[in-house]
């Protein structure tokens, strides 16, 4: 161990499943003995072994799945809290030039930044903000909490730490430079996508499951007569395995692959979506 791992926020979502977010600080995360690689495994640029980690298990304590954000030096999850329907948002702190949050990109992020992140319940990312970029050194001068009102109100409470913090436009002035001071934000109707909370959407033309597996997933495409091409890909964009003209409802083997995080690219004449795939042994 580097440093300890340890959980930050805790929620129980309507079907009683309960939900941790916080940190892991060695190269690997092992749940209930699955083993799954941290950012450096499968991203040998990052610098860091720790990581955030989400990670769902339903009313008896049953591993679901885990997510975690990668190439980052370093993150870590801080609350989080689930809606009516279910879906997933976790407040976190994320620290490097470029994020991977699930199959979203967030490049040129400044040193640092508190992070808002939306995912559904079977852990795919919907959407995701960043706040107050470049304000904080590392996350142990971070704190951010997230509460849902009855209404479908999102509130973020939290900390800054330079003289201005910027939200959508919005920008907070601290009193003294380089001092921590507290701010709650209102962040709009969560059921509205016209509102400044949602920087992006993304309806996912398919099923994918079990996700992480150990030797095979089945892929469920919304659309059964468009013929698809599947495209396997390592953490590094490094091609792996291919499935041509596929349609309906398909089963990969992936029992030859080794363990680790990858991205299955699903395209066909109009679309190319991308979903991570995490395979353990």
Same mark, same amino acid.
């Given at each position: ?33 699955? =083993?799954?690689? &941290? %950012?450096q ?11 955030? !980690? #989400? ?27 689930t ?53 904080? =050194?590392?996350? &142990? %001068? ?10 479908g109100?999102? !509130? #973020? ?41 949602q ?16 030797d ?10 468009s ?13 792996v ?41």
């Open positions: 161990m580097l440093s300890p791992d340890y959980v930050r926020g805790v929620a129980v979502d309507l079907q009683k499943n309960v939900l941790i977010t916080g940190r892991f600080a060695d190269f690997y995360l092992d749940i209930d003995g699955y =083993v799954f690689p &941290g %950012d495994i499968s991203n040998p640029n990052c610098t860091s072994g720790s990581g955030f !980690f #989400l990670i769902k298990f339903d009313s008896v304590g049953t591993f679901q799945w885990f997510q975690t954000i990668s190439i980052s030096k370093e993150e870590v999850g801080l609350s989080v809290k809606d009516k329907q279910d879906n997933i948002f976790v407040s976190a702190f994320g620290r490097g030039d470029t994020l991977l949050i699930d199959t979203i990109m967030k490049y040129n992020l400044p040193n640092s930044a508190t992070l808002l992140l939306k995912y559904d319940p079977n852990g795919h990312i919907i959407w995701q903000k960043t706040f107050g970029e470049a304000d904080h =050194v590392g996350y &142990g %001068d971070t704190e951010a909490d997230i509460d849902i009102s009855k209404q109100i999102l !509130f #973020l409470g939290g900390t800054f730490f330079k003289q201005t913090y910027t939200m959508d436009g919005v920008t907070a002035s601290n009193s003294t430079i380089y001092t921590t001071e507290p701010f709650v934000a209102k962040l709009e109707s969560l059921n509205n996508p016209s509102v400044g909370i920087d992006f959407y993304i309806e996912h033309e398919y099923l994918l499951y079990p996700n992480p597996t150990q095979k997933v089945t892929l469920e495409l919304n659309d059964e007569h013929v698809y091409n599947l495209t396997l890909l390592n953490a590094q964009g490094q091609f395995k291919e499935w041509k003209n596929q349609k309906g409802n398909i089963s990969l083997s992936l029992e030859e692959i080794q363990s680790g995080i990858y991205f299955l690219k699903i395209s066909n004449s109009v679309s190319v979506e991308m979903a991570r795939v995490v395979v353990y042994r």
